[in-house]
């Protein structure tokens, strides 16, 4: 299956062209702007099919990052992934950035469980928990960094992301998360069919979805 996978969500915008059948990257175009996703996203796009060789007709999935990360840049995305996906009769996918960044840790780090924290800024931070053979242990959820701090007191994995400066007393995040675009690439591809269509995942504002607190399923540790 050949997936165009986009990422719009931070200060990359990036676009992969994956064989899953072959387990080959065949063209990636990523450019670290900040800001501009949208006058930029469809010439990076371009890019990666001309490196690939392919057409946009060729595409047979569409995988995009979904968030948490930037509000205007994840609506450029995911808006441009499902109508792609429309124009081309078929299937796109949503991301989330958390779950990237735990895969892109398990490729590197296999067996062993991962906590992801994204700095949210006002003392807030993103968090979800994975088991040690990648499946999640927790929702997503917005968490005060003290209930960050309470929750990951009892995590026996390792803690990646942003935010894992400010829960052993650092002032400041590590800076902006970055991630392999092939990585959104391999997980779009992994993702059974019949799923959603892809939408911003929002935990803050008036769109975020309902939050009854965070619980952090126990298994045991392989």
Do not use: W
């Amino acid at each position: 299956m050949i997936v165009l996978s986009i990422d719009t969500s931070g200060v990359d915008c990036s676009a992969c062209l994956y064989d899953s059948a072959a387990d080959v990257v065949l063209g990636e175009v990523t450019e670290n702007i900040g800001k501009g996703h949208a006058e930029l996203l469809m010439g990076i796009i371009d890019g990666a099919l001309q490196q690939a060789s392919l057409a946009l007709k060729d595409v047979e999935r569409i995988a995009v990052t979904i968030g948490p990360g930037s509000f205007t840049g994840i609506r450029v995305g995911v808006a441009a992934a499902r109508g792609f996906a429309l124009s081309l009769g078929i299937e796109a996918v949503g991301i989330t950035t958390l779950e990237t960044l735990a895969a892109h840790y398990h490729m590197q780090n296999p067996g062993l469980p991962v906590a992801v924290g994204l700095d949210a800024k006002r003392d807030e931070a993103y968090l979800q928990t994975f088991a040690a053979d990648g499946s999640t242990l927790s929702e997503a959820a917005l968490l005060s960094l003290d209930e960050t701090k309470a929750v990951l007191a009892g995590f026996a994995g390792t803690i990646i992301g942003s935010a894992s400066p400010l829960f052993v007393g650092g002032e400041t995040g590590s800076g902006p998360d970055r991630f392999a675009i092939a990585t959104v690439a391999r997980l779009g591809a992994q993702k059974p069919q019949g799923m959603p269509k892809p939408a911003p995942l929002y935990l803050r504002g008036p769109d975020a979805k309902p939050q009854s607190g965070f619980a952090l399923e126990r298994r045991p540790v392989a």
